[in-house]
């Protein structure tokens, strides 16, 4: 049984062991030099990319940027005050519904302007408006088959995957230089990054309050994928019928706020699931940095490229016109 557990765990070794690596220095780095401990994991991971497909790393490092992270997310809900959330009202709600569909709807529009096809901009639109590459990923799987299927989503997630990382730097910058607090800081920051990682490397650079908020706006935009992803299914004649479902760190997110809010777990329990939380995090932000590939940044597309960047100026300028014109 001893051997069983070893050969299944063995594979990931290597590359949880350099995340983990990564994510010590980089916590290192936060305390001396009081600069955020995600952009420090980002960076520094991005030096080890050299590793990212080596037999020894590549299955860890890819756990780490996935799984952990999303199991990082789902006990970021331990933080989650609902009071707080309730008085903030159905505003950020109702906000999130909007952007997406205006976002999903600009991918469309920027699709025909380039001459792409309707399904391109639904795959693009919806990658920006929801969750990035696992959005994109996940619209595509109900697409119809086509000949450019692959190399349409490869391209859309290497483009919003560099956006993403671009804004997990510029964004908070943006907003503290524009005098926004923290709950809007991290408003925005949810409704605009487009990858779940990044939006809580970002939100946690600006501060605790900023980055919690920023990952419950952001579950908001997730929680619609199932939504966008039916809608499209019957949108085409021969689309693929798959099984829609809820992301489970979404019901872990949701279930642990409820727990914590209810009071039932021991103050020394909360404070260790926080802290397992934040390490699983920057963990995860490492392997995100490993993984990603300037190289492979420059490859995109002119005309994929200019419809990803539209949209995404689109979905922060319609963000920060509603948090200025109307607050959080």
Known sequence: ???????????????????????????????????????????????????????????????????????????????????????????????IVGLVLATFGCGVVMARIFGRRTAFGMLAGGAVAICGASAALAITSVLPPHKDREQDTLFVVIGVTALSTIAMIAYPILFQSLGLSDIESGFLV??????????????????????????????????????????????????????????????????CAVLANLEVLPSAVLAFLNELSRWCLVIAIAALGVKTSLAKVVKVKPSYSIILVVETVFLLGAALAFVLLFGI
């Open 1 to 95: 049984m001893l051997l069983t557990v070893k050969s299944r765990v063995s594979p990931y070794a290597g590359g949880l062991l350099l995340a983990t690596v990564i994510a010590v220095a980089a916590t290192f780095l936060s305390d001396h030099y009081g600069a955020p401990v995600m952009l420090f994991a980002l960076l520094l991971g991005m030096a080890f990319h050299f590793l990212s497909e080596d037999s020894a790393c590549a299955i860890g490092v890819d756990f780490a940027a996935k799984a952990l992270l999303r199991f990082g997310v789902g006990l970021l809900g331990l933080r989650l005050g609902l009071a707080e959330v309730m008085s903030l009202g159905f505003t950020p709600v109702i906000a």
């Open 190 to 255: 949810g409704a605009t990054i487009h990858d779940v990682a990044q939006v809580v490397g970002a939100g946690y650079s600006i501060s605790d309050e900023a980055g919690v908020f920023a990952t419950y706006v952001k579950i908001l935009r997730v929680a619609l994928l199932p939504v966008v992803m039916l809608f499209v299914m019957f949108s085409f004649r021969g689309a693929q019928q798959q099984s829609v479902g809820v992301p489970w760190f979404l019901v872990m997110f949701a279930g």
